[in-house]
């Protein structure tokens, strides 16, 4: 396995501290949501296989001026079996 790290900001009207912290349910809709969207835009830039979804490993989350994500993900590449993780 190979890892994808992710950094997403969303605009958002919450304000908050500068601190990361844990994202509590890396199960969660929400957050699956945001990982699959980052995977998506990996696979529109990236000049090698697209790769898939398999699962959030761990996440990050901070307000500040809006909300951002810090998410590393597994991976797999469907065409090759290889995966992606951290």
Do not use: C
Request: charged fraction near 20%; proline fraction near 3%; aromatic fraction near 10%.
């Amino acid at each position: 396995m190979t890892t994808v790290a992710v950094i997403l900001s969303t605009t958002n009207a919450t304000f908050g501290g500068w601190e990361w912290e844990p994202i509590k349910n890396l199960k969660d809709e929400h957050v699956k949501e945001i990982a699959e969207y980052a995977v998506e835009a990996y696979n529109m830039i990236s000049n090698s296989f697209p790769i898939q979804l398999v699962k959030v490993e761990k996440g990050k989350i901070r307000y500040a001026g809006g909300t951002n994500y810090k998410l590393v993900v597994a991976a797999v590449v469907p065409e090759t079996g290889n995966m992606l993780h951290s």
